[in-house]
Nanobody
Framework: QVRLVESGGGLVQPGGSLRLSCAAS????????MGWYRQAPGKERELVAS???????NYADSVKGRFTISRDNAKNTAYLQMNSLKPEDTAVYYC?????????WGQGTQVTVSS
């Protein structure tokens, strides 16, 4: 079982920045990929960004050019740098990690963008 602990959420004004982190521990063999989903009230959970073990990244169209995902494979940790934040980015952000067919989820961290 893989355990994911995420942090870095909070309250920020529009145009501001936050950095999320997600650290994996436990019975780890090969985690690929890692990333974040987010879910706003009344909306479906959507994929925000992911990164594979070789460093290739994918982003939702809504965050391209503003968010950057990275990972430290030695630490089994991923980071999501969020710049130019907008009110519509407000959501609970859930880190995930995948090992083959299995998905593991973090506890979620609240990101609120409001003036």
């Amino acid at each position: 079982q893989v355990r994911l602990v995420e942090s870095g959420g909070g309250l920020v004004q529009p145009g501001g920045s936050l950095r999320l982190s997600c650290a994996a521990s436990g019975s780890i063999y090969r985690i690929n990929p890692m990333g974040w989903y987010r879910q706003a009230p009344g909306k479906e959970r959507e994929l925000v960004a992911s990164i594979n073990i070789g460093g290739s990244t994918n982003y939702a169209d809504s965050v391209k050019g503003r968010f950057t995902i990275s990972r430290d494979n030695a630490k089994n940790t991923a980071y999501l740098q969020m710049n130019s934040l907008k009110p519509e980015d407000t959501a609970v952000y859930y880190c995930y990690a995948r090992e083959g067919p299995y998905n593991f989820w973090g506890q979620g961290t609240q990101v609120t963008v409001s003036s």
